[in-house]
């Protein structure tokens, strides 16, 4: 018995676990209530909607009683969230110095001449609509600020107050740098909406409350990322929206109530199911051909046409607009690559047509990261293109094939 094996025993032996503590937090639905009821009041928001998420906040207290607060909690601080995140109130002032929108839209965008004008005639218009309001005498040069004050509803449900324009042309042309230099010379936040493919209504009007995935609409989106509520919405693609009769129909329908200046003062999304005011918004729509979008809807708008640019107007797009922006952002000074005149015709046309100048950037992005390559490499430090050399810097494959 004396030699039996014994078990060795472990020097520092283990202590054993504790039990576990409880949690130190404390579930308190009232505090979180009142969290939510706090953020609701920390936004200028209307007495309508205000009104109704004070009921939304009741109906929860209540239910805490019930044991279904959890459920219900969250589809309210989600609507709420929403809520105070819309710039109630917030507007920008628009600068309609007709002298400084000219220079804008020259600054950018060479030719167009009667677009130009178009525009022009429009802002001018505003200038003496808001004149009227404020009894300060337009001019061409002076800035008539807009206060959106209560006097300013006299100008809405008006289509020379907010006209819809739609720039109608094919790809390349500048629709969309049009629409923001307008922007721009405005003064207002632009916001680009895409509606290519757009296949369901509640894209654009949101999503009821009551289903899964409840959100606002895109205008609604647009607003809260603009910061104001009078921003410039650019709606693209218009005439690419679903090809299917039944949900084009539903969406021409909702674009109607948005873009026509009689009725989208009290547009209603369909989450937030409260009127929200779009009479200060001005809406700008792109579009390829005008076959894809109802009658009803072109009524409401003025359609611009944009014409393709000829070889000389793309030379000197090329020259004065675009060779600065690819210099710039290719990192390749003046004297590091320039051109000769007789060049260009080559440069801007090197292979069939392009109505546009998306492939004449494309063209000379390429040959700008050649003649990159070609400094890095030690092949040189300046380089000038020529009718002689041109093509080692433009392939004959480079260009739209017609």
């Known amino acids: 018995m004396d030699n ?34 706090k953020l609701a009041d920390s936004v200028p ?12 906040l009741i109906r929860l207290t209540r239910m805490v009683q ?53 525009i022009l005639e429009y802002l001018a218009v505003m200038k003496l609509q808001v004149a009227e309001v404020t009894g300060v005498q337009a ?52 916001i680009r909406v895409a509606l290519g493919a757009l296949g369901n209504v509640s894209q654009i009007r949101g999503t009821p409350v009551g289903q899964d995935n409840a959100e606002p609409g895109q205008i609604i989106k647009a607003m809260i990322r603009a910061g104001t509520m009078n921003p410039l919405i650019l709606l693209d693609e218009i005439d690419k929206t679903s090809s299917e009769s039944g949900l084009r129909a539903d969406l021409m329908a909702a674009l109607l109530e948005i873009l026509d200046p009689e009725q989208n003062s009290t547009f209603v999304d369909h989450y937030l199911d409260y009127p929200i005011d779009l009479s200060q918004v001005m809406f700008i729509t792109t579009a390829n051909n005008l076959g894809g979008i109802s009658a009803a809807l072109l009524d ?20 004065d607009y675009m060779l600065p922006k690819v210099r710039e952002a290719t990192g390749i000074g003046p004297d590091q ?14 292979l069939g047509f392009d109505a546009g100048v998306r492939q004449l950037e494309r063209t000379l992005t390429l040959l700008a990261r050649k003649v990159a390559r070609l400094i890095v490499e030690g092949k040189g430090t300046s380089f000038k293109v020529t009718k002689e050399n041109f093509r080692e810097f433009i392939p004959e494959d480079i260009g739209v094939y017609s």
């Open 4 to 37: 039996l094996p014994t078990t060795p025993q472990p020097a520092n032996p283990v202590a054993p676990t504790p039990a576990p503590q409880a949690s130190s937090l404390v579930f308190d639905p009232a505090g979180e209530i009142e969290g939510l009821k």
């Open 45 to 56: 928001m209307p007495a309508g909607l205000k009104e109704k998420i004070d009921k939304m």
């Open 66 to 118: 019930l044991g279904s607060y959890s459920r219900e909690y969250e589809p309210v601080e989600q609507y709420i969230k929403w809520a105070v995140q819309i710039p109630w109130g917030k507007y920008t002032s628009d600068n309609l110095d007709l002298v400084n929108a000219k220079d804008n839209l020259t600054k950018y965008h060479y030719g167009l001449d009667q677009i130009k004008d178009r």
């Open 139 to 190: 001019t061409a040069t002076n800035t008539v600020s807009t206060d959106h004050s209560e006097e300013m509803s006299r100008l809405q449900g008006s289509s020379s107050h907010a006209p819809i324009l739609c720039f109608v042309g094919i790809q390349g042309v500048g629709k969309t740098s049009m629409a923001k230099s307008i922007g721009s010379a405005l003064g207002r936040k632009f």
């Open 300 to 319: 409401r708008l003025e359609v611009i046409r944009f014409g393709s640019y000829t070889d000389d107007e793309k030379v000197a797009i090329a020259k």
């Open 337 to 350: 690559l320039s051109f000769d005149d007789d060049v260009w015709p080559y440069v801007v046309r090197p």
